[in-house]
Nanobody, 120 residues
């Protein structure tokens, strides 16, 4: 069973940066896509960014230009570089992998989440 483990969360001041990592116990280049969601208290889990098997990336408007998704195939690790962070970025961040290309979240493999707080 493939597992995803996030790390890198913590407290950052507004305007600061964090880099989240998602380590995969398998070959990430076998997935159709990977990406990041986040869930703020009292809100649904929302997609933030995705990276396809061919390296193409996509972002929601709220993080475009501030967040960068990337992956290191040799390390089987995906990253989310978050810059110019805002208080509204505070949430639990989850990485996922889409193993069969269904684009259905029920088919995804999920990490356990890492908490990000943004406060001065």
């Amino acid at each position: 069973q493939v597992q995803l483990v996030e790390s890198g969360g913590g407290l950052v001041q507004p305007g600061g940066s964090l880099r989240l990592s998602c380590a995969v116990s398998g070959n990430i280049d076998t997935f159709y896509a990977m990406g990041w969601y986040r869930q703020a208290p009292g809100r649904q889990r929302d997609i933030l960014a995705a990276i396809s098997n061919d390296g193409g990336t996509d972002y929601v408007d709220s993080v475009k230009g501030r967040f960068t998704i990337s992956r290191d195939i040799a390390k089987n690790t995906m990253y989310l570089q978050m810059n110019r962070m805002k208080p509204e970025d505070a949430a639990v961040y989850y990485c996922y992998a889409d193993p069969i290309g269904s684009s259905r979240t029920a088919d995804y493999i999920w990490g356990q989440g890492t908490r990000v707080a943004v406060s001065s």
